[in-house]
């Protein structure tokens, strides 16, 4: 089963864990600045020919699609670098198919990620890393997801994989094992350790995993991924307390926001997102525009 997923969501706990107050002190401590938060939306996926008609024109081919969905999200999950790492001649084609600001964020190769044997593989990293320079100003913030069944007893192959990752290239991680968590927040720990470096934590709210719900924050920046449910009505409840929450980290100085939106085969995420959009603009003054509708809801 698809991780988190449910039969039924109708017991589900929505309610948010409180803030992390060792998390809150580090982004108090960030550098001041006057530019306000930047939320950068986006999909797991552009594939989708469901959105022809949607937010991709009629008749719009398939090769076409990167294009027009550039022009309604800054960013994408990109999950195709979790199976293959993509070729310099691919990563040109993306370049030149996006907009100016856009940025990719690459799930980590799993041949690096899902076993402590490619955690420890330098060449394959350095093969990864020659990659992601090659998305150059498109480069957003990598992340890893780790199996659920990576747990604290690895510890020693991660850091070695952390010490190994240059300072230029900036990372998230996403935790799935239970042991990485103390009532439910990120080990301290393992949150200063990576608020030394400036590593960030990916956020998942998904209904069967309430339990690895975090608000741990370890970097200039978070990524959250909020899975839903079809356009449930608790989709659109908890996307508007986590526009809240976003606000109260942007008041105390979080610099980016990746916020990804998840539907059952992405099918409908446009139609959150635009949701979504309203939020962030009512609850934080994103300023975010409409996403750009070829027909009308």
Request: negative net charge; hydrophobic residues 35%.
């Amino acid at each position: 089963m698809e991780f988190g997923k449910l039969s039924s969501i109708a017991n589900v706990d929505w309610s948010l864990p409180p803030d992390d107050g060792a998390s809150l002190a580090y982004l108090n401590k960030l550098p001041h600045t006057d530019t306000p938060t930047r939320f950068l939306l986006g999909t797991p996926a552009w594939g989708h020919k469901e959105w022809v008609g949607k937010i991709y024109p009629e008749k719009t081919k398939a090769a076409d699609f990167l294009t027009h969905y550039a022009h309604n999200y800054d960013t994408i999950e990109l999950n195709t670098s979790h199976y293959r790492i993509p070729t310099h001649e691919q990563v040109l084609k993306w370049r030149e198919q996006v907009t100016p600001q856009f940025q990719f964020c690459p799930k980590l190769f799993q041949g690096l990620s899902h076993s402590e044997q490619g955690m420890l593989d330098n060449s394959l990293l350095k093969e990864w890393l020659r990659f992601v320079e090659s998305l150059q100003e498109h480069r957003g913030p990598c992340f890893v997801q780790f199996p659920p069944h990576f747990d604290y007893s690895r510890k020693a192959a991660l850091f070695y994989f952390l010490q190994q990752w240059p300072q230029e290239f900036e990372l998230a991680l996403e935790f799935r094992h239970p042991s990485w968590f103390k009532d439910r927040q990120i080990l301290p720990a393992l949150t200063q350790y990576l608020q030394g470096r400036g590593l960030g934590l990916v956020i998942t709210d998904v209904a069967g995993r309430r339990d690895v719900l975090h608000t741990s924050i370890s970097a200039p920046f978070t990524m959250l991924r909020i899975i839903g449910n079809d356009l449930d009505p608790s989709d659109y409840t908890r996307s508007q307390e986590w526009s809240r929450r976003l606000n109260h980290w942007s008041q105390a100085g979080l610099q980016r926001v990746y916020y990804f939106v998840h539907e059952p085969d992405d099918i409908k995420s446009p139609e959150m997102t635009q949701a979504l959009i309203q939020y962030l603009n009512e609850e934080c003054d994103a300023g975010l525009s409409p996403l750009k509708w070829c027909a009308t809801l």
